[in-house]
């Protein structure tokens, strides 16, 4: 009776533990499910995946230019008169020609990672999603190295991603500066780094075609409205056999009335900022179509 007695206090003391690791189990599934959760909620919801594709896709229209620091420097002259000079002025065509490039090279690369960060951010959501919405406790409990390697290289994607939507430094190596321009004026130490401009967009309110003329409008996204030089161009787009024609024209200003177009034809008419010689990325070109108004006819 007493060994009987004993093997059933033995079975319900196992019965007891199985009970309290399940639930021992079950509690540090739903902590550590709160924690995926929550992270998915807050640090890597789909508002904040929105607003990080939202920027990227505006600096993918932004312009991006090398800044030159100093502005200015002091020149002696044949005189040896010290005269404040544009810094631009004294640099060497070919070599900012090179440091150009490389700004390029440099803004291509910076936009590719974003892209790909990204990418990596919207299918790490996913993944994180999954093991939340469709494992039971005990797959999610024995994948969670797994899910928790994948938390921390997330987080360290979206610090990534934080550090490059700004434009950077770049390295200079060699001098911008031709030594026979300073005329024995100690060569300045030159530092360049890379900045945006916020792309220019018609104004779709304000933008309009007449009987044979129209007038465009447009401004820069997210920024005040400033004159700056522009490059507007327009071309006929042509049906059946009729031969097509545009025009360009820069304009300094943020508006333009277009004359001599034909009545009852739809035109395509395309704005961009006019390169300047620290340009080294600006693919954006906004467009938009307008038809001008058909000539009425009357019947006698």
Wanted: charge should be positive; glycine fraction near 4%; charged fraction near 25%.
């Amino acid at each position: 009776m007493a060994a009987i007695s004993n093997k059933r206090k033995s079975s319900s003391e196992r019965t007891a533990h199985r009970e309290e690791q399940g639930s021992a189990n079950w509690e540090l599934y739903l902590r550590r499910r709160s924690l995926i959760q929550q992270f998915l909620h807050s640090s890597l919801s789909l508002h904040y995946l929105q607003q990080q594709q939202d920027k990227v896709q505006l600096l993918k229209r932004c312009s991006f230019y090398l800044d030159i620091e100093p502005k200015h420097v002091n020149v002696r002259d044949q005189n040896h008169v010290m005269h404040r000079t544009e810094i631009l002025q004294l640099i060497d065509r070919q070599r900012l020609q090179r440091m150009r490039k490389v700004g390029r090279t440099q803004t291509e690369i910076q936009l590719l990672l974003l892209t790909e960060l990204l990418e990596q951010l919207q299918q790490g959501w996913e993944e994180l999603s999954f093991y939340v919405k469709a494992c039971d406790m005990l797959t999610f409990l024995s994948h969670w190295d797994v899910i928790r390697q994948k938390l921390s290289k997330l987080t360290g994607f979206m610090e990534t991603l934080l550090s490059l939507e700004f434009p950077g430094k770049i390295c200079v190596k060699h001098s911008l500066v031709s030594h026979a321009d300073l005329t024995g004026t100690r060569p300045p130490s030159i530092r360049l780094s890379l900045y945006t401009k916020m792309p220019v967009v018609f104004d779709r309110k304000e933008s309009f075609a007449h009987k044979n003329w129209a007038r465009l409008k447009w401004f820069t996204e997210n920024q005040e409205s400033h004159v700056e030089k522009c490059e507007l161009s327009f071309n006929l787009l042509t049906v059946g056999l009729e031969v097509g024609f545009g025009r360009t024209h820069q304009v300094s200003s943020n508006s333009c009335i277009v004359p001599d177009l034909k009545p009852g034809r739809s035109y395509e008419f395309t704005i961009r900022r006019v390169p300047e010689r620290t340009l080294v990325f600006g693919e954006w070109r906004d467009t938009i179509i307008l038809t001008t108004y058909t000539v009425p006819t009357f019947s006698h």
